[in-house]
C-alpha cells in the first residue's frame, strides 16, 4: 500500500461541467501520474508531475488539466467535460523517485460518467 | 517511440493448464519491460519487470518471463492456472525522456474450472 487515495471514487455529471478529481498520497513521492483506462486501449497517460508546480503534459492530455501546489495533491481538471472523457481515471506514484525504471503504484480509480 | 503490441485481448484457459501471454515491443537501443496485472475493481500492481541481465524474469504469483531480444518479444509464462489468476494483464515499457511507461492494449485472462 503506497498511501493513495483518490476522490470521488465515482462521479456522474453532465456535458460541459468542471470536473475535478484529486490524488493523494502520504509518502512524499515526487513523481505522480494520472492515466485514462478505456475498453480496447489499455491505460493512457493524461498528465505526469515530477515535483511541486512541475507537470508535464502526456498522450492524451487534450481537454484535462492538472495542478500540484503541495507534493501530496496531485489534481486533475476536466474544464468543460465531455462524453469522450467518460472513464476510468488512475493515479500512480512512482518508486524510489531516482530511479526511472521503478514500481508504478496504482489508486483505485475513479470512474467518471459524463452524460 | 516505444511501443508494446499484446497480440490478444483475451486468452480463456482452464484451470492448471499452462498460459502465454504475448507482448511485442518497438526496438530500442535500450528497454525496459513491464508486466502489471489489475484485478477486477482494483489499480494495477507489479508482476515483474525486465531491466538487464538474465532474460528469464521470474516474478510473484508464480509467473515469469522471458525477454527475446531477437524476436522483440516479452511473454508472460505461467505453468498452472489458478481461477485468482483471472485478472486483465498489461505489458508496459519504459518511453519518452521522463522516463513514463507506456501501457499495452490488455489482455484478459480468463480461468476457467
Known amino acids: 500500500d503506497a498511501g493513495i487515495t483518490q476522490s470521488p471514487r465515482h462521479k456522474v455529471t453532465e456535458t460541459g461541467t468542471p470536473v475535478t478529481l484529486r490524488c493523494h498520497q502520504t509518502e512524499n513521492h515526487r513523481y505522480m501520474y494520472w492515466y485514462r483506462q478505456d475498453p480496447g486501449h489499455g491505460l493512457r497517460l493524461i498528465h505526469y508531475?515530477?515535483?511541486?508546480?512541475?507537470?508535464d503534459k502526456g498522450e492524451v492530455s487534450d481537454g484535462y488539466s492538472v495542478s500540484r501546489s503541495k507534493t501530496e495533491d496531485f489534481l486533475l481538471t476536466l474544464e468543460s467535460a465531455t462524453s469522450s472523457q467518460t472513464s476510468v481515471y488512475f493515479c500512480a506514484i512512482r518508486t524510489p523517485d531516482q530511479d526511472s525504471t521503478g514500481e508504478l503504484f496504482f489508486g483505485e480509480g475513479s470512474r467518471l460518467t459524463v452524460l | 517511440a516505444q511501443s508494446v503490441t499484446q497480440l490478444d485481448s483475451q486468452v480463456p484457459v482452464f484451470e492448471e493448464a499452462p498460459v502465454e501471454l504475448r507482448c511485442n515491443y518497438s526496438?530500442?537501443?535500450?528497454?525496459?519491460l513491464f508486466w502489471y496485472v489489475q484485478y477486477p475493481n482494483q489499480g494495477l500492481q507489479l508482476l515483474l519487470k525486465y531491466l538487464s541481465g538474465s532474460t528469464l524474469v521470474k516474478g510473484i504469483n508464480g509467473f515469469e518471463a522471458e525477454f527475446n531480444k531477437s524476436q522483440t518479444s516479452f511473454h508472460l509464462r505461467k505453468p498452472s492456472v489458478h481461477i485468482s489468476d483471472t485478472a486483465e494483464y498489461f505489458c508496459a515499457v519504459i518511453g519518452g525522456s521522463q522516463g513514463n511507461l507506456i501501457f499495452g492494449k490488455g489482455t484478459k485472462l480468463s480461468v476457467k474450472p
Open positions: 508531475s515530477y515535483g511541486v508546480k512541475d507537470t
Open positions: 526496438s530500442s537501443v535500450s528497454v525496459y
